[in-house]
């Protein structure tokens, strides 16, 4: 099994991930609030202050979604969507997508067939 992390920073892309999702066979993930580090350091660290500039065209705000994925071949179909919708990883502001092998899950619902 392998934990699929996608830091989106484009949040009003999210349904449509989720939606992306359940079309590659991905049928569970958890949506967490997350803030990036740029954006506290130029908003409330006062020595950073003259950064704020630079991070201006991100949004300050994300979402990051982790889902556990049983199938290797779902793992690739979902950073193909990821991509497809959010546009490359590699281009600024898109966010970041990575994955951590699982060796011991416990809770997982079964699938519906």
Do not use: W
């Amino acid at each position: 099994m392998t934990l699929l992390v996608f830091i989106c920073n484009n949040p009003e892309k999210l349904e449509e991930i989720l939606e992306g999702y359940l079309e590659v066979g991905v049928t569970g993930a958890t949506i967490i609030d997350s803030l990036g580090m740029g954006h506290i350091l130029a908003t409330q660290v006062p020595i950073f202050a003259g950064f704020q500039s630079l991070f201006s065209a991100a949004s300050a705000y994300n979402k990051t979604i982790l889902s556990v994925i049983k199938e290797p071949e779902k793992v690739e179909a979902a950073f193909d969507m990821i991509e497809e919708i959010c546009g490359p990883l590699g281009s600024p502001g898109v966010g970041i997508a990575f994955t951590v092998p699982l060796d011991n899950v416990r809770g997982l619902m079964p699938e519906l067939e």
